[in-house]
């Protein structure tokens, strides 16, 4: 039992390197999290340089960087005299001084932990914070240093463990006094040059060795956390893409405009512009009669000065906070929880408000992050792609939420999507994109008469979106009776569906190519929606031809040239549009108030 009974001299060993190890990681932790995040997040000339000598003391000998800080900050240093003639305060050989070379060799396997966490922290949920009005202050301490703790742990832990063995440094630069600076690897030291020492060598030995794999399991299992979390949330390395250059200039109206172009068109970096992600290199925007960017005033209002409300393609709900911490991050007058409660009871998240982000699937994220941007009371709502991540029956989904919602707030809105049918659910007022500029602004069916946009519309497949009056709903044989002016018209409903809303307005959709256009009225066929109308344009493309007919409302047929030839039409001529009741598409069963 003598082997297990520690000397006072021991005993204060153990105590002062834990206190050195302890108040170093303290001191060395802000310095770490705001070098880190330098290192991690800003570009500057010399960063080479500076990440560079911050790494130095991993690869300095410990006696020269002990001999460095006896020369800066010993008796006869610039710093250590100084502040031995005017302030009486005396470093070297001192508690101290073994404080600080412990700080300086740690600090290194600090910075790098951190860097490393800050980085697989995803610097879109960053951006996405502003867009609710988070500051830069506010986004780092809510959400870049909670999703970068587990690495901002294993760092402390590291720099811990790096500290309970410093020996070089400290030997140098504080000296091998008991009681004083005297820590365990100085005393396992001094044991082996005593004869007799053996066995309090080996218990220091134990100790130490007890507190370091302590500290290695304890910093192994938050480097485990942080894959995990980081395979959870996704990259955090965001590139603005080169070679590419948005040139537009347009001016929108209208409170609902969808912007339509293939991928690469350039909508995504439009609307980061807008909402102050990106910089423009030159040019202005403004909104609403307040500017947000102008490059000759040097106007550049930040992200969370602007009011935009933003949903981002794939969310980009903060992972570390539940449901209701997400809907709740943006609000501006936490008093007001009429609106919280309504929103979330029009969005049916409700029952989702305390799960966890990664408890829910993807049609319920994104109603969340709907409901996050529109509780954060935006000037304007911007939709990058809000559907492309979900399959066709999430996207109409979403899309019956959405056009209560839009239709009560009032709020001007502009939506991004490569997907024509899904913007037309929602607007006919589009402005279309490629490569970098604009190639069409207006109503669907007047930009149906530019050939430039009827070319880039065709590519992703054509739709006639109309709004209809809902008549009468016949369960019994499953068809809804619908109406626009003196038309009737007959859609295929479910046998004993219920949610249909007689007397309101219900969007619906029907493909060009179910439409077979006819000179006279048809008796005894199977089609019994028959529209009389005029051709008001035909657009020839190839061997096909869109006819765009007007019956009060438009609708695009299409057709061969050959048929074209053959009914020897043109344009001002009576025709009639023939559809069966099948073809005709309900986009949502909800209300439509008005058509947006």
């Not at 880190?36 to 006696?63: D, H, T, Y």
């Not at 060799?105 to 879109?124: G, H, Q, W, Y």
């Not at 479910?494 to 969007?507: K, Q």
């Not at 001529?573 to 009741?581: E, N, P, R």
């Amino acid at each position: 039992m003598e082997f297990f009974r520690f000397t006072y001299a021991e005993f204060q060993a153990i105590v002062l390197s834990v206190q050195v190890a302890l108040i170093c990681s303290l001191i060395s932790l802000p310095l770490s999290i705001a070098g880190g995040w330098i290192l991690a997040r800003k570009q500057f000339s010399g960063k080479w340089f500076v990440e560079g000598v911050v790494q130095l003391p991993l690869v300095l000998p410990p006696v020269t960087v002990g001999y460095l800080l006896m020369v800066v900050f010993g008796v006869r240093g610039f710093i250590g005299e100084f502040l031995l003639e005017h302030f009486n305060i005396r470093i070297s050989f001192t508690f101290w001084a073994a404080v600080l070379a412990s700080v300086v060799v740690s600090f290194p396997l600090v910075v790098r932990a951190i860097k490393v966490a800050i980085e697989m922290v995803d610097v879109n949920l960053e951006s996405a914070s502003r867009t609710l009005g988070a500051g830069p202050w506010k986004s780092f301490f809510t959400i870049t240093i909670p999703l970068a703790l587990p690495g901002i742990i294993s760092g402390f832990v590291l720099g811990f463990a790096r500290c309970l063995g410093e020996f070089g440094a400290t030997i140098t630069f504080a000296g091998n006094i008991v009681g004083k600076t005297q820590t365990m690897p100085l005393a396992i030291y001094a044991a082996m040059e005593n004869p007799s020492g053996e066995y309090v060598a080996i218990r220091l030995v134990a100790i130490s060795i007890l507190l370091s794999f302590a500290a290695m399991v304890i910093s192994e299992y938050m480097n485990r956390k942080i894959v995990k979390d980081h395979e959870r949330v996704g990259t955090g390395y965001s590139e603005r893409k080169k070679g590419f250059t948005l040139d537009l200039k347009c001016e929108v109206q209208d409170r609902i405009t969808g912007i339509f172009g293939p991928s690469g068109a350039g909508k995504t970096t439009l609307l980061r512009m807008i909402a102050g992600l990106e910089k423009p290199d030159r040019g202005y925007i403004t909104i609403g009669g307040k500017k947000f960017y102008d490059s000759e005033t040097k106007i550049n209002l930040p992200p969370e000065k602007r009011n935009i409300g933003y949903v981002f393609q794939e969310g980009r709900l903060f992972p570390h906070l539940k449901v209701i911490q997400n809907l709740k991050y943006g609000i501006r007058d936490h008093s007001d929880k009429k609106l919280f409660d309504e929103i979330s009871t029009m969005l049916k998240i409700n029952d989702l408000l305390y799960k966890r982000i990664d408890q829910i699937s993807g049609g319920q994220a994104q109603r969340v992050a709907i409901g996050r941007a529109l509780l954060s009371s935006p000037e304007l709502l911007v939709l990058d792609e809000p559907f492309s991540a979900l399959d066709k029956k999430l996207r109409q989904h979403i899309i019956v939420l959405l056009r209560p919602l839009i239709n009560k707030y009032q709020i001007p809105m502009l939506i991004v999507s490569h997907d024509l049918t899904d913007l037309l659910a929602l607007t006919s007022n589009l402005l279309l994109i490629r490569d970098g500029k604009c190639s069409g602004l207006g109503n669907y069916y007047e930009l149906m008469l530019q050939k430039e946009a009827m070319d880039q519309m065709s590519k992703s497949g054509l739709m006639n979106v109309i709004d209809l009056q809902l008549k009468h709903v016949d369960n019994d044989r499953g068809v809804l009776f619908l109406t626009h002016g003196k038309h009737e018209i007959y859609a295929e409903s479910r046998l004993n569906e219920n949610g249909y809303l007689e007397n309101h307005t219900i969007n619906v959709m029907l493909r060009p190519e179910d439409i077979t256009l006819a000179r006279h009225r048809i008796v005894d066929i199977s089609i019994q929606n028959q529209l009389e109308g005029i051709i008001e344009k035909l657009i020839v493309t190839e061997n096909r031809v869109l006819c765009v007919v007007d019956h009060g409302f438009k609708l695009i047929a299409e057709v061969t040239l050959a048929t074209m030839q053959q009914m020897k039409m043109k344009e001002g001529d009576m025709i009639w549009s023939l559809f069966k009741a099948a073809a005709v598409k309900t986009n949502s069963k909800g209300i439509v108030n008005s058509r947006i």
